[in-house]
C-alpha cells in the first residue's frame, strides 16, 4: 500500500480492464513519467498525486511501485 512520503515508479500493469482504452492511457503515462522516481504527495482513493522530478502527476495506484517506504 502507498502512503505519502514514499518513493515510487511507474509499472506496467499485469492485467488491464477495459482493453484498449486503458491500455493507451497506460502506454501514454508510461512515456510521460518516462523512468523517473516519484514522490507521493497526497492520496485520493485510488489516485496518488506524484510528483515526479518537478512535474506533479495524478496517477492512479494500479500504475505505481513503492521504492522506498516512508518511515
Same mark, same amino acid.
Given at each position: 500500500?502507498?502512503?505519502?512520503g @514514499? %518513493?515510487? /515508479?511507474?509499472?506496467?500493469? &499485469? $492485467?488491464?480492464?477495459?482493453? %484498449? #482504452?486503458? %491500455? $493507451?492511457?497506460? $502506454? /501514454?503515462?508510461q512515456?510521460? *513519467? @518516462?523512468? /523517473? #522516481?516519484? %514522490?507521493? *504527495? &497526497?492520496? +485520493?482513493?485510488?489516485?496518488? !498525486? #506524484? @510528483?515526479?522530478e518537478? &512535474?506533479?502527476?495524478?496517477? +492512479?495506484?494500479?500504475? !505505481? &511501485?513503492?521504492?522506498?517506504?516512508?518511515?
Amino acid at each position: 500500500m502507498i502512503k505519502v512520503g @514514499d %518513493l515510487v /515508479r511507474f509499472k506496467f500493469p &499485469e $492485467k488491464i480492464a477495459g482493453a %484498449l #482504452t486503458a %491500455l $493507451k492511457v497506460a $502506454k /501514454r503515462m508510461q512515456a510521460r *513519467i @518516462d523512468g /523517473r #522516481t516519484g %514522490l507521493a *504527495i &497526497e492520496i +485520493h482513493g485510488g489516485n496518488i !498525486l #506524484t @510528483d515526479f522530478e518537478g &512535474e506533479i502527476i495524478l496517477v +492512479h495506484m494500479m500504475f !505505481l &511501485e513503492v521504492i522506498n517506504e516512508s518511515r
